[in-house]
């Protein structure tokens, strides 16, 4: 069988997550060229992130799946990402990566408190009302948590979750699942040197483009400003 080709078709949202797209192909035993697409989280730095649709060409030329692979529209895309992810979870019975979740997690509830990313008011409002500054120092406090997280390898942060929670693990079915989460993300909050309110309040009116890129480089381009 000949080796993998991986191209990239585009990215995908699903599950909370923007998920890279690529198309595989290979040539079989049969001299027949096979090809499927592979789904990787932005964030993903493990082939165990990666989930896949089964063989669903077979041509005689590679051209052939690559035409029609680039001719299927975005809804049918989705639609088999979601079909992977269901798969996985149904027959591996695998609960989300933990790193990748706190991030997810984190990320929901920050683009919450700033009201989008990037919020025009950022830029172009001249006063912005003082509960609003407040939430928006909030949603940067996360941030810097899951900027964090995103440094640590997927391995020692499962290590450092259970040593902050006492010996204990997430249980992603679990009743206590957000309580354990929160204790989890206080405990990294409390220990990153992070600027007071006010001092916060003067960096961001004077630099607000900047904190509305990284924003979004850190969101919506998943990857470390």
Same mark, same amino acid.
């Given at each position: 069988?000949?080796?993998?080709?991986?191209?990239?078709?585009?990215?995908?949202?699903?599950?909370?997550?923007?998920?890279?797209? +690529? &198309?595989?192909?290979?040539?079989?035993?049969?001299?027949?060229?096979?090809?499927?697409?592979?789904?990787?989280?932005?964030? /993903?730095?493990?082939? %165990?992130?990666?989930?896949?649709? #089964?063989? !669903?060409?077979?041509?005689?030329?590679?051209?052939? !799946?690559?035409?029609? %692979?680039?001719?299927? /529209?975005?809804?049918?895309?989705?639609?088999?990402?979601?079909?992977?992810?269901? /798969?996985?979870?149904?027959?591996?019975?695998?609960?989300?990566?933990?790193?990748?979740?706190?991030?997810?997690?984190? %990320?929901?509830?920050?683009?919450?408190?700033? =009201?989008?990313?990037?919020?025009?008011?950022?830029?172009?409002?001249?006063?912005?009302?003082? =509960?609003?500054?407040?939430?928006?120092?909030?949603?940067?406090?996360?941030?810097?948590?899951?900027?964090?997280?995103?440094?640590?390898?997927?391995?020692?942060?499962? /290590?450092?979750?259970?040593?902050?929670?006492?010996? %204990?693990? !997430?249980?992603? =079915?679990?009743?206590?699942?957000?309580?354990?989460?929160?204790?989890?993300?206080? +405990?990294?909050?409390?220990?990153?040197?992070? @600027? @007071?309110?006010? !001092?916060?309040?003067?960096?961001?009116?004077?630099?607000?483009?900047?904190? #509305? &890129?990284?924003?979004?480089?850190?969101?919506?381009?998943?990857?470390?400003?």
């Amino acid at each position: 069988m000949d080796r993998l080709r991986r191209r990239s078709v585009g990215f995908l949202h699903a599950a909370g997550e923007t998920w890279a797209c +690529f &198309l595989v192909t290979f040539r079989g035993l049969d001299h027949q060229w096979h090809g499927y697409f592979s789904f990787r989280p932005k964030d /993903g730095g493990q082939d %165990a992130d990666e989930v896949r649709t #089964a063989d !669903i060409f077979r041509e005689d030329s590679e051209s052939a !799946i690559d035409q029609k %692979a680039r001719g299927l /529209g975005r809804p049918l895309l989705s639609g088999l990402l979601a079909s992977a992810l269901h /798969g996985r979870q149904q027959l591996q019975g695998e609960p989300p990566h933990l790193r990748r979740w706190f991030r997810t997690m984190l %990320a929901q509830n920050s683009r919450e408190l700033a =009201g989008g990313w990037p919020h025009e008011e950022w830029e172009t409002k001249a006063d912005l009302e003082l =509960g609003k500054l407040r939430s928006l120092y909030a949603s940067y406090r996360l941030d810097q948590v899951c900027h964090f997280i995103a440094l640590v390898q997927p391995e020692d942060f499962e /290590g450092c979750v259970t040593n902050i929670l006492n010996g %204990a693990s !997430i249980d992603f =079915g679990g009743k206590d699942l957000l309580q354990f989460a929160m204790m989890v993300v206080e +405990f990294i909050e409390s220990r990153l040197p992070l @600027p @007071p309110f006010e !001092i916060w309040v003067q960096d961001f009116l004077a630099h607000r483009r900047d904190y #509305a &890129l990284y924003a979004h480089t850190l969101h919506r381009e998943g990857r470390l400003p």
